[in-house]
T-cell receptor, first 114, second 109 residues
Framework: GAVVSQHPSRVICKSGTSVKIECRSL??????MFWYRQFPKKSLMLMAT?????????EQGVEKDKFLINHASLTLSTLTVTSAHPEDSSFYIC??????????FGSGTRLTVV | GIQVEQSPPDLILQEGANSTLRCNFSDSVNNLQWFHQNPWGQLINLFYIPSGTKQNGRLSATTVATERYSLLYISSSQTTDSGVYFCAVKETSGSRLTFGEGTQLTVNP
């Protein structure tokens, strides 16, 4: 079946630094990738949708300059949290879909900013 | 956008009991999935079920698209069934999945 790999699974960083999270589709070409954020005991909130080779479409209220998304190939999308602050601490999950594939989710990244 | 409501928000069961989780949605969909999120955060796809009925072991799901709801049945529950169950839908236009708020299931031994 379709597999999406997300790394790192857990990261702790200092305030003001940037963190990059990778999302890879291992056995299919992901024409579209999605990035979600999940707060404790809450549902998944879509942050942005990215199509290979084009700029990401951000949801209302999501800061484009803080959450940089790159989808340079059909198997890789990255989310960079720039100048991280404690309020950016959260669980981030990516998802990928391709032709003839449903929505497959990565295992998530727990970001803690100290 | 489409609204997705799940009920109940919380459910506590004794091992061996059966349960039904419900998902209502406000518009036509061409994709509906049920997920189980385990304690480590991994979303496990249970069913892709935009319509009809499917069964997988102790779990089954039914979606009545014309009435805009889906049900997830868990029979003979086990402690390992504990976690959050999400329903997610995709409207007929667009590519995004919209999640409900989830049902937190706790199965006690």
């Amino acid at each position: 079946g379709a597999v999406v790999s997300q790394h790192p699974s857990r990261v702790i960083c200092k305030s003001g630094t940037s963190v990059k999270i990778e999302c890879r589709s291992l056995d299919f070409q992901a024409t579209t990738m999605f990035w979600y954020r999940q707060f404790p005991k809450k549902s998944l909130m879509l942050m942005a949708t990215s199509n290979e080779g084009s700029k990401a479409t951000y949801e209302q209220g999501v800061e484009k300059d803080k959450f940089l998304i790159n989808h340079a190939s059909l198997t890789l999308s990255t989310l960079t949290v720039t100048s991280a602050h404690p309020e950016d601490s959260s669980f981030y999950i990516c998802s990928a879909t391709g032709t003839n594939y449903g929505y497959t989710f990565g295992s998530g990244t727990r970001l803690t900013v100290v | 956008g489409i609204q997705v409501e799940q009920s109940p928000p919380d459910l506590i069961l004794q091992e061996g009991a059966n349960s039904t989780l419900r998902c209502n949605f406000s518009d036509s969909v061409n994709n509906l999935q049920w997920f189980h999120q385990n304690p480590w955060g991994q979303l496990i796809n249970l069913f892709y079920i935009p319509s009809g009925t499917k069964q997988n072991g102790r779990l089954s799901a039914t979606t009545v698209a014309t009435e805009r709801y889906s049900l997830l049945y868990i029979s003979s529950s086990q402690t390992t069934d504990s976690g959050v169950y999400f329903c997610a839908v995709k409207e007929t236009s667009g590519s995004r999945l919209t999640f409900g708020e989830g049902t937190q299931l706790t199965v006690n031994p």
